[in-house]
């Protein structure tokens, strides 16, 4: 199996801001200058200036961010489904992966991006990780940064510099009926819905998957 656990030090980079933010920024730079180098002058400069903000602070970002009159939420289920049922099988079929990987969730549900990259860290299970990596998170994700469009935020591009990353750990080979439509991405939609062939919790495909997410 494919070594993940750097999404262990994306996701703390997602987590609400504590006396732990300067440590897992300086791991986030250096997994960055490792792996895209080309990113990583800009990242620096961002990361820097956002360290510089008071606690207080950087905590009032990430909720204007994510939480009060949020840009975008992080979790993922509610981004791709709004409280449709798919949203509620997405969490039950999480709980149980979460789960058998020894993820603890803490305060947030099993849907909260931070949590899906901690089980993608932790999971045993290939099969299982290229599914949740290419049909769940990256569409997930990229739905998130259209969110951003025109807006200048220091998260939009820690989101950006993840969306990298999965790209390139999950090309989902076998899994291209599972694409979701390019139209998913333009902006207008306040959810990412599926495609037909993108049934992820109640799928009818004639290859189906070991984990119907």
Not at 75 to 84: C, H, K, N, P
Not at 135 to 150: L, N, Q, S, Y
Not at 153 to 178: M, P, S, V
């Amino acid at each position: 199996m494919k070594d993940l656990n750097h999404y262990k030090i994306l996701a703390d980079m997602l987590r609400y801001p504590d006396e732990n933010q300067a440590g897992a920024a300086q791991k986030f730079l250096a997994l960055a200058a490792a792996n895209f180098p080309e990113k990583v002058e800009t990242l620096k400069q961002l990361v820097e200036t956002h360290l510089q903000l008071p606690d207080a602070a950087r905590q009032e970002y990430y909720l204007k961010t994510f939480d009060v009159q949020a840009t975008c939420y992080l979790d993922i289920g509610y981004m791709m489904f709004g409280e449709d049922y798919k949203r509620a099988q997405l969490l039950v079929n999480l709980q149980s992966e979460h789960k058998a990987a020894g993820v603890d969730c803490g305060s947030e549900l099993g849907d909260h991006l931070p949590n899906v990259l901690m089980l993608l860290s932790k999971t045993t299970d290939p099969d299982f990780a290229e599914e949740l990596g290419f049909i769940i998170t990256a569409p997930a994700v990229r739905f998130m940064v259209t969110k951003f469009r025109g807006i200048n935020n220091y998260y939009k591009d820690l989101l950006e510099t993840l969306l990298a990353f999965l790209h390139r750990d999950f090309t989902g080979e076998h899994l291209a009926e599972y694409v979701i439509p390019e139209q998913a991405f333009n902006g207008k939609n306040e959810f990412l819905m599926p495609s037909p062939k993108s049934e992820i919790c109640d799928t009818h495909c004639k290859k189906p998957k070991s984990y119907k997410l």
